[in-house]
Nanobody
Framework: QVQLVESGGGVVQAGGSLRLSCAAS????????MGWFRQAPGKGRDRVAA????????TYADSVKGRFAISRDNTKNTLHLQMNSLKPEDTAVYYC???????????????????WGQGTQVTVSS
């Protein structure tokens, strides 16, 4: 089993930055592709960024391209999401996800990810 714990959420003014982190523990050798999802109030959970097992490939939702950057450190079993130029519409609960199935980036479907963190709240005030 794998446990994922997010940190780094909080309240920030529009235009500000936050860095989310996700620490993985347990059977981390079974983790391949990873990603960050978010869920705003009353909406579904959508993937905002993903990174391949090696870290050489990344993909972003159009809404965050150029503002967010995903990275991972496999030696420390950590995943990060650097969020810059934050907007009120970025307000959501952010979830870290890990896959036993994906070496690459996948297509963004939740079912492609096997492990989930508990989520961390990000609130961007205008």
């Amino acid at each position: 089993q794998v446990q994922l714990v997010e940190s780094g959420g909080g309240v920030v003014q529009a235009g500000g930055s936050l860095r989310l982190s996700c620490a993985a523990s347990g059977r981390t050798a079974s983790i391949y592709g990873m990603g960050w999802f978010r869920q705003a109030p009353g909406k579904g959970r959508d993937r905002v960024a993903a990174i391949s097992w090696s870290g050489s490939s990344t993909t972003y939702a159009d809404s965050v391209k150029g503002r967010f950057a995903i990275s991972r450190d496999n030696t420390k079993n950590t995943l990060h999401l650097q969020m810059n130029s934050l907007k009120p519409e970025d307000t959501a609960v952010y979830y870290c996800a890990a896959s036993r199935q994906l070496y690459g980036l996948g297509t963004g479907l939740e079912r492609q990810y096997d492990y989930w963190g508990q989520g961390t709240q990000v609130t961007v005030s205008s």
